[in-house]
């Protein structure tokens, strides 16, 4: 039995640690299996929830494990990094009863794990059909419609910028979440339905659009978002200075010591990965870590239970704080913000500044995509089949809705390997990862 990749000490310990067999039959037992389930109609990916914790509960973990991936093939990592709070666990009929939700995140972990760590593979590749995919972006979109074609029959290739599979998975979310290697493991699992991985592969660079149109029958867009958006303030580009995604992806990809931060480490923006920027400086040794935000508390478009990590761990909060200008020596030093309701100037001191306010979409990207409409915010328009305005392509996950959780990615991406499916053979899926 392999044992999964797992940070149980040091800064990056995971924040919801595994559950023990016991405390998992414990939590199972408390389930009131729901008919017609909140919690599942909550999941983007509606995982039967009620099915698979009895099955915990019954000490059936693999038939567990496969009611978890039928629906959705990253479980593994959903079970890690879903806002559970906010979707299944946020339904559960219990927080009506006044009794604390079941914790279906950590259950679902439980079963994901036990076969994951014992290599037990639940679902082959189906009878070949004879036709070719090309999947553009190796993220939760990516694998969730390479894993349902593979399933149906089709040779899927993914073609990964990223040295590595996983997309946000692997580089973007908090380490605490889901750490790096683990991110890797999943996505590699799909090599057993026979899913091609080429990575470090630009498409439009080192594969042109025109071989991948000649040599497969449909292609996929799963490119989700582009880099962190500018300020537009004066000293932006001062040494110091850095967005949350360059800085989250080094503490992905390096030890933490080798991981420059500051000792007064400013935030701006208040969003989940603001959060994780701040928590994480924090963790790295920051004296001081602060979130910078224009608007007030009530505003902050982070989920409630991250804004409460970030206060448990110290950091501090400016709300109604505007930035205008960075100033420093030759290096970030100061931010000079505005009060949005006086008006009142606010400097702030710091020798490092995160930029977190969001991606930009990759629209210079996307229009090199031919006769692919994109709306008058940069996203791909498809329609029900997830099908864009070029019948060849579909595209899923960020680059269409625009920016939501790994679990909405997942299941765009399955829709539009349905869609791919009913366009090159005429008839609706019925495989097993329904």
Do not use: W
């Not at 939590?27 to 009620?50: G, S």
């Amino acid at each position: 039995m392999a044992k999964l990749p797992v940070l149980t000490d040091g800064p990056f310990k995971e924040l919801h640690p595994a559950m023990t067999m016991p405390e998992a039959l414990r939590e199972a037992n408390r389930c009131l299996y729901c008919y017609d389930a909140p919690c599942t109609r909550a999941c983007p990916t509606h995982i039967d929830v009620p099915a698979f914790i009895k099955k915990i509960a019954s000490g059936n973990l693999v038939g567990s494990a496969r009611v978890i991936f039928e629906s959705n093939i990253l479980g593994g990592s959903c079970a890690r990094v879903c806002p559970v709070e906010a979707l299944c666990e946020g339904a559960c009929v219990h927080n009506s009863l006044q009794h604390s939700p079941i914790e279906i995140g950590r259950l679902q972990r439980v079963a994901t794990d036990h076969v994951m760590e014992r290599d037990i593979q639940l679902f082959e590749a189906g009878k070949a059909t004879g036709k070719k995919v090309a999947i553009i972006g190796g993220g939760p979109a990516g694998l969730g419609c390479a894993a349902e074609l593979a399933i149906l029959g089709y040779s899927v290739t993914v073609f990964d910028d990223r040295a590595q599979p996983g997309g946000l998975n692997t580089y973007a979310m908090a380490q605490y979440k889901i750490n790096t290697d683990f991110a890797i493991a999943e996505a590699k699992l799909l090599e057993q339905l026979g899913v091609h991985f080429k990575q470090n592969t630009h498409v439009g660079k080192d594969v042109p659009l025109a071989e991948l149109e000649k040599d497969f029958d449909a292609i996929f867009i799963g490119v989700g978002l582009g880099a962190t958006q500018k300020l537009g303030i004066p000293g932006e580009d001062l040494p110091g200075v850095v967005d949350a995604l360059t800085f989250i992806e080094e503490l992905k990809t390096k030890k933490p010591a080798d991981v420059k931060v500051g000792k007064r480490v400013l935030v701006i923006g208040a969003g989940n990965t603001a959060i994780d920027a701040v928590t994480q400086a924090k963790r790295l040794g920051a004296e001081r870590s602060a979130i910078v935000y224009r608007k007030g508390e009530d505003d902050m478009p982070a989920y409630d239970y991250e804004y409460e990590i970030g206060k448990s761990m110290g950091c501090d909060f400016y709300f109604h704080a505007s930035p205008v200008r960075i100033e420093g020596n030759g290096k970030a030093e100061k931010l000079v913000c505005k009060n949005a309701q006086t008006g009142a100037e606010l400097t702030l001191e710091c020798d490092m500044v995160i930029k977190a306010i969001g991606q930009a979409k990759r629209a210079e990207f996307l229009k090199g995509f031919p006769q692919v409409a994109l709306d008058d915010k940069g996203r791909v328009v498809v329609n029900a089949e997830f099908q864009t305005s070029n019948p060849k392509y579909f595209a899923g996950g960020d680059c269409v809705n625009g920016g939501k959780e790994a679990v909405d990615a997942v299941a765009g991406g399955k829709a539009a390997a349905r869609g791919i499916h009913k366009k090159l053979n005429g008839a609706a899926a019925n495989s097993k990862v329904a």
